[in-house]
């Protein structure tokens, strides 16, 4: 069966982070779950965070491909990771890098992420879905982990090495001069 598939776990809370990477390794085979995109809005703390690294190499593993967000302060002077997961930053329309994301040493890929168009709900109304205009390297990750879903589709035995040197090699390279550094923006035509 051709397609994607889109599986949505949510979370508030390394904790809940924590558990929805062990839901996807619980659930891999029975949904033939390829790729994985979180995001853990609270942060490191001491015991989720190792059990979600933990979780990550278990992923890698299973041949999983993780992304997460860079993150929205506009650092310079690096991201953090967890265990090998994509970690992803914003370009703007101009193709521009994002004023908010940070960057530096382990930001890996660029993708679309300021005023960008999404469908939202109103939880509180439980009106339909209507749209609104977002910004934030959350809306970027997500990306990578298509285009590795996208990938595996051409050939589901490529490892997560061999699809993060496919998306970097693809990639339109955007020069960053505030912290002399290149970074792959996603082609995915390329």
Do not use: H
Not at 24 to 39: D, E, L, R
Not at 116 to 126: A, R
């Amino acid at each position: 069966e051709a397609g994607v598939k889109l599986i949505s776990l949510r979370e508030n809370s390394s904790t809940q982070v924590a558990e929805a990477l062990k839901w996807v390794i619980a659930n891999k085979t029975k949904y033939n779950i390829v790729a994985v995109n979180f995001t853990d809005f609270a942060g490191w703390s001491k015991a989720s965070g190792i059990s979600i690294k933990a979780s990550l190499n278990t992923l890698e593993s299973m041949n999983v491909y993780a992304s997460a967000p860079s993150g929205n302060s506009g650092s310079k002077g690096g991201v953090s990771a967890y265990a090998g997961e994509a970690v992803v930053g914003s370009v703007n329309k101009s193709d521009g890098i994002s004023g908010f994301t940070n960057r530096g040493p382990g930001l890996d890929f660029l993708a679309p992420a300021e005023k960008i168009t999404l469908p939202y709900y109103d939880v509180g109304s439980k009106k339909a879905i209507y749209v609104d205009v977002a910004d934030g390297t959350s809306w970027a990750a997500p990306q990578i982990a298509g285009a590795a879903a996208l990938l595996r589709q051409i050939n589901p035995n490529f490892t997560n090495g061999q699809i993060t040197s496919i998306l970097t090699q693809s990639a339109s390279q955007r020069y960053d001069s505030s912290t002399s550094r290149s970074y792959a923006r996603l082609n995915l035509y390329g």
